[in-house]
């Protein structure tokens, strides 16, 4: 008894637990320790104390059975000798507990009752099925009651005897009640007799039949076509006990079901049969029951369903407004809506559905319709962007014919304004609204002749009319003004002609273009006949080349014959005939333009040097369809040429040996000067004191002559060798060249307390010893044209483009702008060297040094304000440190 899986006590005669097991303990939460030896084991069940059926069996109370479980105590059918009882428990549990009870005496081997034995099981799941089955058996009769459809059962034999019908069957066929229908055989509702043979011998062999379409008759003897649905229940022998089926009139449709053949029936039986997904649910979504349709829609099985909630399967949409459509619910009864319901695989379908209350009691009961409309929201949408798109065209064209740069026009037969864009209405002179209704008669007169001769022809041909319209407008009056115009018909079904098309594209102004075209190109031909330009056109397909102009430098007086590309290349001189081929080939292959200069071969056998220039033409497939040209006559030109290059040669030729000649005359002029001076020297030391006065001063005069003149001849030496030899190009760190140069100057800075300024500075590609030359004259003129107490110098340099701007800034005496460039020839001063000694050659040396380096030097000064000195050096090769 204590491995019993059901709770289990006994008492004794006195009423007192005996046993106790364990799933008595589990339930009452009383242990067998506390309650064995007690008379309370009342407390297992009620809240006060009152007699359990084991206590009123141990003292044969039949009475006490039946006052404390009215109708709900009974003998045991399964016990001899026992009785069983339902009790319900409200407050146990969150929906109540049901207990079925059974007790029994326990007996004495003599037969006296020595004690009870009670059991119980709990049946509250199978309590509240069937409750559940019975409620839903009630609203399932209760659809059938108030479905609009005809709902039957009847016998199987060919007869038939209608069982059980709903109102709406008997209104469809006409009778005023379903007792009264249920009067007559179901073969009597039968035009064709063996319709209902064959309609029992397809239900025999199938089990079931959906939309049977039958023509059958009402009691007024009129025919009605039905949509038959039935199913037969089969007796466990296998004959049919009886058909259920349901009945739709569908006498107004059946033209369109019969095209519509492959659509789903809208019922196929009483529910289960029905194409709608149908349940039942409370308020709060969760399912009590649904047919076969609803759980294929969710891709769930029915028991899957059942007892899980609606929410689990709405979109966060539907979530949103659900307690909105529970409220319409409550109050109105009944709710239409589409929402969208994410089946098992995830994708979210689009339902219809229609939901009405059954019960408002406790958490309510609703039936629910659901129909998939998946395919019909798609297509809405679909429908909706076809449509967005079919607006947003519209409005295009609409802009476009408004905004057409051309004038479009619609006239009906009489000639009168329909429709008319803002561009034809400008060249009217009128606004659009001023047009409609009137006609072309009254808006533009000088046209309104030619329109009538138009509109006949195209009710003559019915063919479109394309013509050139001239006459003034009130935008021009005055004025004749042209225009291109196409006048189409518009057909209306029957291909009657309702009105015209017109499009019209003013070319008043290409008119007159085309006639100043005509004037400029007569003097563009006279202007290249008169220049002696050579026009020329190739053909490339036909292979045809046309000239004009001064052709007869090539060709001669005589007329051209017709010629083709290889005839064009027997007039060039042979060795420049792979030349011009070569330029024709890459022309036509890349697209480049054509250009070459060639020597040819007149008939006359005269060469001529010319230039030919030429482009392709492209067809609208990108093939190369003609050339065209112009050869121009350069042999003068060529000659020129050849005689200026003579005269460059022998320009460098004179410059090459005036540079030799300095060279050489300074260099061989140095040792006589040096005797010169010698002797000058040696003169002065013996005779200094022996002459007077005089004699010493024309000695000194000599000394200084010959010693600036060697000044001079090394200068001039320098100057000389400055593009005749010195060191190779290289990388060369100007700032270095700075720190060497103040290393030098040292003592010459130091004297004269002068300031040298510079931060950093490039890295550029030159000669390392003529930037030295260069720098060193700059610095030194700088601080010897000064006559600040501190002659300050600043040098900078400055990234422009490709090259590099030096600056030497100085606080000195400055020079005279009017002066200009004389500062930079060879021995020119601006002071006595008295005032400041040296050659006037410094300046030049520092120009032709920059210049050899492809740059130039400037400067810009004011007397007493200092000298700014700028040059650049193109930067190959340079980068900053």
């Not at 429709?419 to 409609?436: C, D, K, L």
């Not at 005839?567 to 890349?590: G, I, N």
């Not at 002659?791 to 009017?818: L, S």
Request: proline share 3%; aromatic share 10%; hydrophobic share 35%.
């Amino acid at each position: 008894m204590n491995c019993s899986p059901l709770p289990q006590f006994v008492i004794d005669r006195d009423h007192r637990v005996v046993l106790w097991n364990k799933a008595m303990e589990d339930y009452s939460q009383i242990k067998s320790t506390d309650i064995v030896g007690t008379d309370e084991h009342w407390k297992a069940f009620y809240d006060s104390k009152r007699p359990c059926m084991a206590d009123l069996v141990v003292n044969e109370d039949l009475d006490g059975l039946e006052y404390w479980f009215p109708r709900r105590c009974k003998p045991s059918q399964q016990v001899k000798g026992a009785y069983e009882a339902e009790q319900y428990y409200p407050h146990r549990g969150p929906q109540g507990t049901y207990l079925h009870f059974t007790v029994s005496t326990i007996r004495s081997h003599d037969g006296e009752i020595i004690g009870g034995f009670e059991s119980f099981e709990d049946i509250t799941k199978r309590k509240v099925a069937e409750k559940e089955l019975q409620e839903s058996e009630e609203k399932f009769r209760s659809l059938i009651e108030n479905l609009n459809v005809g709902v039957y059962r009847n016998t199987s034999d060919p007869g038939g005897t209608f069982i059980q019908v709903n109102p709406a069957f008997a209104q469809i066929f006409g009778y005023d009640s379903p007792d009264e229908i249920m009067q007559i055989k179901v073969m009597d509702l039968y035009v064709n007799k063996e319709d209902r043979v064959l309609f029992l011998e397809d239900l025999q062999r199938e089990g079931s039949i959906t939309d049977r379409k039958l023509l059958l008759k009402k009691k007024d003897y009129s025919n009605i076509w039905v949509s038959v649905s039935a199913r037969a229940h089969h007796h466990e022998e296998g004959f049919i006990d009886w058909v259920d089926g349901m009945v739709e009139d569908i006498t107004h449709r059946i033209l369109a079901e019969e095209a519509l053949q492959k659509s789903e029936k809208r019922y196929r039986s009483i529910v289960e049969n029905i194409n709608d997904g149908f349940c039942i649910h409370d308020f709060k979504g969760v399912i009590h029951d649904c047919n076969e349709n609803f759980a294929l829609m969710l891709g769930f099985s029915r028991e899957e369903l059942i007892r899980t909630n609606l929410d689990e399967f709405s979109s966060t949409q539907m979530l949103s407004f659900r307690n909105d459509v529970v409220d319409e619910l409550k109050n109105k009864g009944v709710v239409e809506f589409d929402g969208d319901i994410n089946v098992k695989n995830g994708t979210p379908h689009y339902y219809s559905i229609n939901s009405s209350v059954i019960s408002q009691e406790g958490n309510g009961k609703v039936h629910s319709f659901l129909r998939d409309v998946t395919k019909r929201k798609e297509m809405e949408k679909k429908l909706l962007k076809s449509e967005n798109k079919a607006h947003k065209r519209l409005s295009e064209i609409e802009a476009i014919y408004n905004s057409a740069p051309m004038g479009l026009c619609v006239l009906d037969c009489d000639l009168r304004y329909v429709r008319i864009n803002e561009s034809m209405a400008e060249m009217n002179g009128f606004s659009p609204q001023e047009h409609i209704g009137k006609s072309i008669h009254e808006m533009v007169p000088d046209l309104g002749q030619q329109g009538e001769a138009i509109i006949k022809e195209i009710f003559q041909t019915g063919k479109a009319v394309s013509m050139e319209m001239n006459g003034a407008t009130a935008a021009h009056p005055g004025e004749v003004r042209t225009w291109i115009e196409g006048w189409y018909p518009i057909k209306d079904s029957s291909h009657q002609i309702v009105g015209i098309n017109v499009a019209a594209l003013e070319i008043t102004e290409i008119k007159r273009a085309n006639k100043a075209l005509k004037k400029s190109e007569e003097k563009l031909r006279l202007t290249i006949e008169g220049a002696g330009v050579i026009m020329w056109f190739w053909n490339i397909e036909k292979d045809v080349v046309e000239w004009s102009g001064h052709y007869k430098h090539i060709f001669g007086p005589e007329p051209i014959p017709e010629m083709g590309y290889d005839d064009l290349l027997s007039f060039v001189h042979p060795d420049d005939l792979e030349k011009v081929e070569t330029a024709f080939q890459k022309t036509l292959q890349y697209g480049a333009d054509f250009k070459v200069e060639t020597r040819t071969i007149g008939k006359d056998k005269s060469m001529h040097w010319f230039s030919i220039m030429g482009r392709v033409v492209y067809d609208l497939q990108g093939k190369p369809q003609e050339m065209i040209g112009i050869a121009l006559d350069i042999t003068n030109n060529k000659i020129v040429q050849q005689e200026l290059q003579e005269t460059l040669r022998k320009l460098k030729r004179s410059n090459a040996e005036l540079e030799q000649f300095a060279y050489v005359a300074s260099h061989d002029l140095q040792e006589p000067l040096r005797m010169i001076t010698s002797f000058l020297q040696l003169l002065k030391l013996r005779y200094e004191n022996q002459l007077d006065s005089d004699a010493n001063e024309f000695i000194h005069f000599a000394i200084d002559g010959a010693t600036r003149m060697q000044e001079m001849i090394n200068d001039l030496l320098t100057y000389s060798r400055i593009d005749r030899k010195s060191d190779d190009f290289k990388e060369v760190n100007i700032k270095d060249i700075l720190q060497q140069i103040t290393f030098e100057y040292k003592l010459l800075i130091q004297e004269k307390n002068a300031v040298i300024h510079y931060g950093e500075l490039p890295v550029i590609h030159a000669d390392y010893t003529q930037m030295v030359q260069l720098f060193q004259n700059l610095i030194s003129n700088s601080i010897k044209y000064n006559d600040q107490p501190c002659p300050t110098i600043h040098i900078t340099a400055e990234k422009q483009g490709n090259d590099w701007i030096f600056k030497v800034a100085d606080n000195g005496i400055g020079i005279d702008p009017q002066q200009g460039d004389r500062i930079f020839k060879i021995f020119q001063r601006l002071h006595s060297p008295d005032e400041y000694e040296g050659t006037g050659i410094g300046l030049a040396i520092v120009k032709r040094i920059v210049e050899r380096h492809g740059g130039r030097i400037w400067y810009d000064s004011q007397p007493g304000k200092g000298s700014n000195f700028y040059f650049n050096i193109p930067g190959r090769l340079d980068h900053e440190i």
